[in-house]
T-cell receptor
């Protein structure tokens, strides 16, 4: 059973299109994230949801809209795609930081978005 | 603001030799520190973490890391490198709830 699964794994599309990436985790975690990894392999956090509530919203264009229908799912919708959006997008989950949980991340395999 | 630095883009080591991948951090408060590994076309995998306690922490695949508060470092080490250790390694810091910041990554290359 895959712990954090993302679909699609590859996405090739034209500039100006709208696309979505879906993520599901079966680990029972309460926090989910989207990270963007660029061509130089830099990883930057985009969003984080805790129990369906947005708790981290980094400086991301508002063309990017996350949605969390429940705590096991976090989807990413991107409007009006631009060339610079080409990257690998990683979904991750963790159990929130508490006295007994230290919140290490579990990552999906990534979704490689190519905008032409 | 919290940050983490990996000063080496690439580390090259011969198989069987010890390896070190460097990481320094800057946080306010007590740091929670992590190492992750990324193999080609894969997601990141958790290797080990430092939360509190013993400064030397052991993790997966024979890796360990040493927390040094005075030098604000958390270097990853392995006594004897394997070719299969070749991958991209990320140091990360977490100092507030639910926000983890990653370093720029270090590519580890182990030659046979």
């Amino acid at each position: 059973d895959t712990a954090v699964s993302q679909t699609p794994k590859y996405l090739v599309t034209q500039m100006g299109n709208d696309k979505s990436i879906k993520c599901e985790q079966n680990l029972g975690h309460d926090t989910m994230y989207w990270y963007k990894q660029d061509s130089k392999k830099f990883l930057k956090i985009m969003f984080s949801y805790n129990n369906k509530e947005l708790i981290i919203n980094e400086t991301v264009p508002n063309r990017f809209s996350p949605k969390s229908p429940d705590k096991a799912h976090l989807n990413l919708h991107i409007n009006s795609l631009e060339l610079g959006d080409s990257a690998v997008y990683f979904c991750a989950s963790s159990q929130g930081l508490t006295a007994t949980n230290t919140g290490e991340l579990f990552f999906g395999e990534g979704s490689r978005l190519t905008v032409l | 603001a919290q940050s983490v630095a990996q000063p080496e883009d690439q580390v090259n080591v011969a198989e069987g030799n010890p390896l070190t991948v460097k990481c320094t951090y800057s946080v306010s408060g007590n740091p929670y520190l992590f190492w992750y590994v990324q193999y080609p076309n894969r997601g990141l995998q958790f290797l080990l973490k430092y939360i509190t306690g013993d400064n030397l922490v052991k993790g997966s695949y024979g890796f360990e890391a040493e927390f040094n508060k005075s030098q604000t470092s958390f270097h990853l080490k392995k006594p004897s490198a394997l070719v299969s250790d070749s991958a991209l390694y990320f140091c990360a810091v977490k100092s507030s709830a639910s926000k983890i910041i990653f370093g720029s990554g270090t590519r580890l290359s182990i030659r046979p």
